[in-house]
């Protein structure tokens, strides 16, 4: 599905001009807290949140009357519920977020907390409306001549039904006309089965709009990688923190993602790569590209009969990631630069509202006008200190601390480091451009985590010894340092709970102090696993049935094809054919000993040939029937080499999706 008055300008290091975790800029000689602390804010934390709140707006209201402006109705109801029963969304579970901020939160984080917990339906203006506070995205509602057109129709159904819901209610009843996807992430898709029906979709009754290169991306990042980014997913939104002043207070983006599995829907129109303008249920889009910028499949437009801009996740009120933790491609700052500079000479002057896919609208050209040069200037600015600093030989890590911040960023809170930050973003745009190795050779190849800690530790002279490293660069406040040596501890000896419970305390002293949610979240998840174990949460879930029936079958299988282990192919291979006579689709893959790779189509030189519908081959991989059972009911015909399918099967590593992150 991402600022303020800072006394360090461009050259004061990233950690001091944002508010991002640091030390003490000067360590006492006291002795160690021999008991780790847990839930509360040490004396070098509370110090470091005060500095944050003395030099920064933090009464500014401007924001405030923008997230409040509009305001019509709620959903009244405590909790959103999925079709099973279960709870999709906890409607008051952030209204803890008021007042001042508690020691254990960054003062900025809070304030952004407070803004994103402000929900309901409200008024744009008049045929223009947002859902807000359901999930972590928003819904746009467009009134149309005959109905609704729905913009990102949120992370899961429920939600996005519940959400519509209250519109029709408040609003009065119009049927979904149309529905766009801005892009290809799945808190902005998702939940389309709330809005749509099957049968509306089946019957072609609503348009599905998406950008060029849509469903490949969203399969790319949902599907192939899918596992591996929903456990970091856990990690960067706190999935499994719970609420509260020393948990999980939002994520700078929005609050929480909604709890459910997502729905996907193949768009019936992508929008070209060069724009183009479409009337939908008689209201004007102009569609511009905006692609490879915040997604890889974007795109954003302007409504010309309400002079409104709708920015999708290109222009919100943070900071983005240009490499989110989560994992996905790195970003194009330049790029992303440049296509908000576009919207700026086409529309900053002509737009009166300003309204995204996240946060708040704003109001007056003028304003609108600001964001979008702010906006367009800190993409440009971390972009152009990275290479500037990069090109005099700095390396990676010694950028992203010495990358400072833009003069905009102490008074613009729409800029600031809610979600990515300039730390985070200037080591993506330096792997974008030169990759993960900084030049120095001792980093080229160095040892496995474990092995290092290892070393590390008996290098300290031993754990004890290594322990009162970390103990004393606790009790000074330099939290990172501690970091580092406890780290090194539990990874040379996983079996040593008293290291693990030094670590989660400098976690959670780091994640209390962090600006950004991702940061905080990231931190008091590790320190969450550290203490209770790696149990399995609730987690968003982008491999369930409803969008593995939906991506094409040749893609479906590159997701296989990707957890093929060599070591586990006890076959001499061939060619399998598999059709799919309900969809009208065939693959067949080259199954070697090394190598599973599948081509989409038919083939004459198969050995084996198998015959199944999409929606069986669907539940044979989620393990719900065995291919034993297909073959006996008849509902799938095996061919030819039948061996050959079960050694595919067979080569195939299992998923772990709930593999160890803090613990080796």
């Known amino acids: 599905m991402n600022k303020r008055m800072i006394l360090a300008l461009a050259t004061a290091p990233l950690l001091m001009a944002a508010g991002q975790p640091q030390a003490n800029t000067q360590p006492v000689d006291t002795p160690p807290a021999y008991t780790p602390p847990e839930g509360v804010a040490t004396a070098a934390t509370k110090a470091a949140n005060a500095r944050v709140a003395a030099r920064l707006p933090l009464a500014d209201q401007t924001d405030f009357d923008n997230a409040n402006r509009g305001f019509l109705a709620k959903i009244e109801d405590a909790q959103i519920l999925n079709e099973d029963g279960s709870v999709a969304w906890e409607v008051g579970q952030f209204d803890f977020i008021k007042d001042v901020a508690p020691d254990t939160v960054n003062p900025s984080l809070w304030r952004q907390g407070k803004l994103n917990s402000i929900h309901g339906l409200f008024k744009v203006q008049e045929g223009i409306y947002q859902l807000r506070g359901y999930d972590l995205a928003q819904m746009t509602l467009i009134a149309g001549k005959t ?44 939940g389309v089965s709330g809005v749509v029906s099957a049968e509306e979709l089946q019957y072609g009754k609503v348009q599905i709009i998406a950008p060029h290169g849509f469903l490949r991306e969203s399969i790319g990042e949902n599907v192939l990688a899918g596992t591996t980014m929903n456990r970091r997913v856990q990690f960067q939104f706190g999935t499994n923190l719970p609420v509260g002043e020393a948990g999980h207070v939002g994520t700078g983006l929005g609050q929480y993602l909604s709890k459910g599995d997502l729905s996907l829907v193949p768009p019936t129109k992508t929008i ?19 692609g490879e910028t915040e997604a890889p499949a974007e795109l954003v437009f302007y409504l010309p009969e309400f002079k409104a801009l709708h920015t999708a996740e290109v222009v919100t009120r943070n900071f983005h990631n240009v490499l989110t933790p989560r994992g996905a491609l790195v970003r194009d700052t330049l790029k992303w630069s440049k296509v908000i500079d576009a919207m700026l000479a086409k529309y900053g002057e002509k737009s009166e509202v300003l309204l995204a896919s996240h946060h708040w609208p704003i109001w007056g050209s003028e304003n609108v006008e600001n964001a979008l040069k702010n906006q367009r200037g800190l993409y440009r600015y971390v972009h152009d200190q990275t290479l500037r600093q990069a090109n005099q030989g700095a390396t990676m890590h010694e950028i992203a601390e010495n990358i400072g911040e833009p003069h905009f960023a102490a008074t613009d809170f729409g800029v600031r480091d809610y979600y990515g930050t300039l730390n985070h973003n200037s080591k993506a745009v330096y792997q974008r451009y030169f990759g993960w190795w900084d030049g120095v050779p001792a980093h080229y190849h160095e040892l496995p985590p474990v092995e290092a800690s290892q070393k590390y ?13 970390g103990e004393r660069a606790f009790a000074n406040g330099d939290y990172r340092w501690a970091a580092t040596v406890f780290n090194h501890i539990v990874f040379a000896d996983p079996t040593n709970e008293t290291a693990k419970k030094w670590l989660a305390s400098t976690y959670e002293q780091l994640g209390f102090q962090a600006e950004a949610g991702t940061w905080r979240n990231i931190y008091l998840s590790g320190a969450k696993e550290l203490r209770e174990g790696n149990d399995r949460g609730e987690v968003v879930a982008t491999n369930n049935a409803r969008v593995l029936n939906s991506i094409p079958a040749v893609d479906l299988f590159d997701a296989l094809a990707a957890r093929f282990n060599p070591a586990r192919m006890n076959n001499a291979g061939g060619i399998i054919q598999f059709t799919f006579p309900d969809r009208g689709e065939a693959v067949n893959v080259d199954l070697g000993k090394s190598v599973m790779f599948p081509r989409d189509g038919t083939t004459d030189r198969s050995i084996a040939q198998i015959t199944v519908t999409r929606t069986d081959f669907t539940r044979l991989l989620m393990r719900e029937i065995t291919p034993r059972e297909l073959i006996v009911s008849g509902n799938m015909r095996v061919l030819g080499n039948v061996g050959l399918m079960a050694a595919m099967f067979g080569a195939l590593d299992p998923v772990d999706p709930q593999f160890n992150i803090v613990t080796p």
């Open 147 to 190: 109905g609704w057109i729905v913009v990102d129709p949120l992370t899961t159904p429920a939600p996005a039904k519940a959400a519509l819901a209250l519109a029709n209610e408040t609003l009065g009843q119009r049927p979904v006309q149309a529905v766009i996807f801005t892009h290809s992430h799945g808190d902005h898709f998702g």
């Open 272 to 290: 070209s790569k060069d724009g183009e303008t479409l009337t939908i249920d008689g209201i004007t889009f102009e569609f511009m590209d905006a």
């Open 457 to 469: 530790v008996a290098a300290m002279g031993g754990s004890p010894k290594a322990q009162s490293v």
